[in-house]
């Protein structure tokens, strides 16, 4: 299709997927010599020429044309004012609940901060998406922490091996609550609507046989990466107050955990974490979901990031997979 119908249409044929892919192209060859770039725009969220050029990248890698990927590739990363940031910037933004889940400032939390990512100081974000405002006109409510991370909370699938609930979801004007033990405004309140595969969580992280922890990404000592076992029972009438999770009874070897798709697995942290200025404003609120309205959900679209792995395909398919893309 082409152009807009004027009259109803019942010829209808199948377009070859390869005729699509050409035609998109010649579509993105266009945008990339008339886009403005970023610099020369007023308002960020628009398109521009560095994104109308990482999917050129894709749309050459679609269609076989390996080395006008990595020329497009090579443009984007020396040649257009992006590069990947290698300190912290910006805004420090910890969690609501420091005392329970520290954050130690790094790059690779900055660099997910909604606060961060359309600033001018980001030199890695091609194209974002705004998603900040007081109104549900101004902004999509942006749930992250509520879909993404486990559900810890359940009372029926986590318990203590003393048969309580291994976390509850304590306000702060209820008389159980514990500063140090606050894991509903430091992580949200999860309910695992979706979670990452196993690839994702494990087997990606194992390098010669070893958990690579210290890539920041993958890093819980600093706060990015989330393990179940670094959170803490907090019932205060559970013998078990202030211990370390278990999956299953020291003693007996009894799970305690019954749903291990939903509640027992790790997260990004850093990628998932946004500020919900709706409950942080109210004492009695037991769920931190994500961003609500008054929040800022600052999203990328493109990073620089994501140009290296199109070039090393590119290069792969090339029949250089031997070398690496200088950062």
């Known amino acids: 299709m082409t152009k807009i119908l004027e009259v109803p249409k019942q010829n209808y044929r199948s377009t070859k997927r390869e005729a699509i892919l050409q035609m998109i192209t010649k579509d993105m060859e266009f945008a990339v010599q008339w886009v403005p770039e970023q610099k020369d725009m007023i308002y960020k969220g628009m398109v521009n020429k560095g994104a109308c050029r990482m999917l050129l990248i894709k749309c050459y890698l679609a269609t076989g044309q390996f080395q006008k990927a990595k020329d497009q590739a090579d443009i984007l ?3 257009s004012g992006y590069e990947l940031m290698k300190n912290t910037f910006g805004t420090f933004v910890n969690t609501y609940s420091p005392q329970t ?4 400032r790094n790059v690779i939390w900055d660099l997910h901060r909604p606060e961060n990512k359309l600033i001018a100081a980001n030199r890695e974000v091609i194209m974002g998406m705004p998603n900040r405002g007081a109104t549900a006109e101004s902004m999509i409510e942006f749930l992250t922490l509520r879909i993404f991370g486990p559900s810890y909370t359940s009372g029926s699938d986590l318990k203590t091996p003393d048969g309580k609930q291994a976390v509850q979801n304590y306000a702060r004007n209820n008389g159980s609550y514990r500063q140090n033990y606050d894991y509903i405004r430091a992580i949200g309140r999860g309910i695992a609507t979706w979670r990452l595969t196993s690839f994702a969580t494990n087997e990606m992280w194992n390098v ?4 690579d922890l210290g890539d920041l990404r993958h890093n819980s000592t600093v706060g990015n990466w989330g393990r179940m076992d670094s959170i803490k029972y907090n019932d205060p009438t559970s013998t078990w107050f202030g211990k370390n999770l278990l999956f299953r009874h020291p003693t007996t070897g009894a799970l305690l955990c ?5 509640v027992w697995f790790d997260w990004p942290h850093y990628k998932i974490y946004l500020q919900d200025v709706v409950a942080e404003a109210n004492q009695g609120a037991n769920q931190f979901n994500g961003a609500t309205n008054g929040s800022n959900a600052d999203w990328y679209l493109y990073r620089l990031a994501e140009t290296y792995l199109l070039r090393a395909e590119a290069k ?7 070398s690496r893309s200088r950062c």
């Open 77 to 79: 990363i020396n040649q």
């Open 258 to 262: 019954t749903d291990s798709l939903r």
């Open 208 to 211: 010669n046989g070893q958990s």
């Open 101 to 104: 889940w520290q954050v130690t």
């Open 316 to 322: 792969y398919y090339l029949g250089d997979a031997g």
